[in-house]
Antibody, heavy 122, light 111 residues
């Protein structure tokens, strides 16, 4: 059974930093791309970042580019999101998800964690 | 404002058929990228419902079906049930943004 468990969510002041982790089990982690998607309170889903298998490439939403860094440790089956220079508008539930598909037709996200809450407030 | 536009809400009585539209552009759906659909019940994580525009993951009832034409896609739910009450999101890739994009979301209410 595929399981994704996020951790690291917290209350942080504007301008601060936080690192989220997502521990995966139930599949060969190194064989798949992984992604972060966030959802602000009462709002819709917003894609944040994606990392391809074996860290062959990464991409980011414009709203987080230059502030957030996605990475992975395949030996630990863990995905990370380093978030710097946090803003109030980054407040959201952050989901990690397993990616499936390909570059030609696009990727979809077939398994999701339960989310980690990040609150940016003074 | 979302790149993919969905109606804010749709509703139907139990047993009825409802459809949710997802309108994009020539930079995403119209460029040939697949459309995927997710179901998110209140307070729960999203769940993949349709992938590759028309395919259902194992375990998803065949009451759910997807289609795609031109710059738009649709999700149909037939035989509406109380448990189908949830928010539904479409998702694709946009080549001008170089980003994965979600629709604005549609709340389905079972009357």
């Amino acid at each position: 059974e595929v399981q994704l468990l996020e951790s690291g969510g917290d209350l942080v002041q504007p301008g601060g930093s936080l690192r989220l982790s997502c521990t995966a089990s139930g599949f060969t982690f190194s064989d798949y791309g992984m992604t972060w998607v966030r959802q602000a309170p009462g709002k819709g889903l917003e894609w944040v970042s994606m990392i391809y298998k074996n860290s062959l490439g990464t991409n980011y939403a414009e709203s987080v580019k230059g502030r957030f860094t996605i990475s992975r440790d395949n030996s630990k089956n863990t995905l990370y999101l380093q978030m710097n220079t946090l803003r109030v508008e980054d407040t959201a539930l952050y989901y990690c998800a397993k990616a499936q598909g390909g570059i030609v037709q696009g990727w979809h996200f077939d398994y999701w964690g339960q989310g980690a809450l990040v609150t940016v407030s003074s | 404002q979302s790149v993919l536009t969905q109606p804010p809400s749709v509703s139907g009585a139990p047993g009825q058929r409802v459809t949710i539209s997802c309108t994009g552009s020539s930079f995403n759906i119209g460029a040939g990228y697949d459309v995927h659909w997710y179901q998110q019940p209140l307070g729960a994580a999203p769940k993949l419902l349709i992938y590759g525009s028309t395919r259902r993951p194992s375990g998803v009832p065949d009451r759910f079906s997807g289609s795609k034409s031109g710059t738009s896609a649709s999700l149909a739910i037939t035989g509406l049930q109380a448990e189908d009450e949830a928010d539904y999101y479409c998702q694709s890739y946009d080549n001008t943004l170089s980003a994965y994009v979600f629709g604005s979301g549609t709340k389905v209410t079972v009357l």
